[in-house]
Every structure is written in C-alpha cells, then in structure tokens.
C-alpha cells in the first residue's frame, strides 16, 4: 500500500463536474493499493496516517498530527501509484491489486478512517476524477508499507 500524503489548506474532488468530497486544512490522501495488501496492512496505515505528524506546532516545527489540529482529511483512490517505473518509458502495473480487490480494500481503508476520525471526505473509487488542492508547504510525503 503506497499513500501520496498531502498537507492542505484545502482539497475537493470531482466527478463529471460535480464536487463529491472537499475539506478544509487537512490532509489529501492518494491511496494506492498493491496486490499484497491486505485490511490489516489497511489498519496499520491509517494508524499511522492519523498520528504522522506534519503540522507546525507553536514553534513552527512539524510536531502535530491531524486528529490534533481537527484537519479534515479527503481520501482518493489512485492505481497509478502502484505502477512500476523503473525501466522504459511506460509504467507496468503488474503490482497493483486487481480492481475489485482494490474497491474493497479502499472502501475498508476509508471506513477506518471514518471510525477514528472526522471529517473524511473521498472520491469516487474508479470514476474520472479531477482533484484540487492548495498544498501548504508544500509538504508531500509517500508512505509506504
């Protein structure tokens, strides 16, 4: 499971014109879902997601997390991030997890979030998707487990 982690000032995301998740002062989450995971591997990185500190404390150092801030947080599914690049000019996606796994590993994964925090906004998994964000930083990580 690989998550491009994005601290925002704010994020949406739509569908065929229409806006179907947006937050404020957050985290955008592009989530990519591999053949080996699994919903354990689903739990350990939204543990660790919710508590990954990116946001500046009173001394401007990255010390807090999400939940402590009460940032939203907006989750979007991207199977691109599994894509294997390090030869030739195409990306192979032989390591992505097939579709239907990856729905409901996602749609496990959101629910997680969901459960230990609020607000969660997502995409729609598969659809068309055209993502906004102000990034603040910027700061951009890619977690991987």
Partial sequence: M??????VRR????????????IGQGLLLLVGMEKHDTEELAARMVDRLLAYRVFADAQGKMNLSVREVGGGVLAVS?????????KGLRPGFSRAA?????????ATFVELLRRQHQPVATGIFAADMQVNLVN??????????
């Fill in 2 to 7: 690989k998550v491009l982690l994005q601290r």
């Fill in 11 to 22: 994020a949406s995301v739509e569908v065929e014109g229409k806006t179907v998740g947006e």
């Fill in 98 to 106: 097939e579709p239907a796994k990856a729905a409901s590993l996602f």
């Fill in 136 to 145: 603040d930083g910027p700061v951009t990580f890619l977690l991987e487990l």
């Fill in 78 to 86: 991207q199977f691109t991030l599994a894509a294997d690049t390090r």
